[in-house]
């Protein structure tokens, strides 16, 4: 069955920096765009960046553009999310979505940006 597995968050200070990871499986993962989204305490669910399936094409959201970067390993089913300069107003449960936004999605992983 589809399974993404997020990983990689942390408690970290402003300024800081954290590398996510999705692990995909049980899916062709080089035929998918893939998102990162992340929803904040009483929040809704943000879009935060894509990925086209080949690996050519990103797009992000203005909030973080400059300080994150998406990306991915077709051979190794991973997508990756480098987060430079983190503030406070980063801190969510970030979740890696198959396809679309609303996509498949896994378990999610808490970043936290706090000194």
């Known amino acids: 069955q589809v399974q993404l597995v997020e990983s990689g968050g942390d408690l970290v200070q402003p300024g800081g920096s954290l590398r996510l990871s999705c692990a995909a499986s049980?899916?062709?993962?080089?035929?998918?765009?893939m998102n990162w989204v992340r929803q904040a305490p009483g929040e809704n669910l943000e879009w935060v960046a894509t990925i086209n399936a080949g690996g050519g094409i990103t797009t992000y959201t203005d909030l973080v553009k400059g300080r994150f970067t998406i990306a991915r390993d077709n051979a190794k089913n991973i997508l990756s999310l480098q987060m430079n300069s983190l503030k406070p107003e980063d801190t969510a449960v970030y979740f890696c979505?198959?396809?679309?936004?609303?996509?498949?999605r896994g378990q999610g992983t808490q970043v936290t940006v706090s000194s």
């Open positions: 979505a198959r396809g679309t936004v609303g996509g498949k």
């Open positions: 049980g899916f062709t993962f080089s035929d998918y765009s």
